[in-house]
């Protein structure tokens, strides 16, 4: 369960960063290297969501739409600085039930 975690959250911060690369690349000026290393970044997380133990594709990215969402609201915060609010909290809380959910329930 502890390397399920770091892998999705290292998959997450490689989408996260990388979409936040293309974003700064095209719509606020920095550089056009930024963009590529931002869809590097994005391969990236591909790759590391391979990792994952869990035998479902669907399964696996089921769960890291959860854990995205989450992750999204954490990196607004931090690195956006877009303080999320008491509702932006409630959703994250609720994805991560969702999640734990999906991969944990007992299955036959």
């Not at 969402?69 to 954490?74: A, P, R």
């Amino acid at each position: 369960m502890i390397s399920a975690f770091f892998i999705f959250l290292f998959a997450g911060i490689a989408e996260i960063g990388g979409g936040y690369l293309i974003w700064l690349a095209i719509r606020e000026g920095k550089p056009f290297y930024w963009g590529i290393l931002g869809g590097l970044c994005l391969a990236l997380y591909g790759v590391i969501a391979t990792f994952q133990s869990f035998p479902s594709f669907g399964r696996v990215y089921d769960a890291y739409g959860g854990v995205f969402i989450v992750l999204s609201v954490l990196w607004g915060w931090g690195i956006d600085k877009k303080t999320p609010d008491f509702y932006d909290w409630i959703g994250a809380l609720i994805c991560i039930v969702g999640v734990c959910v999906m991969l944990f329930a007992p299955r036959h």
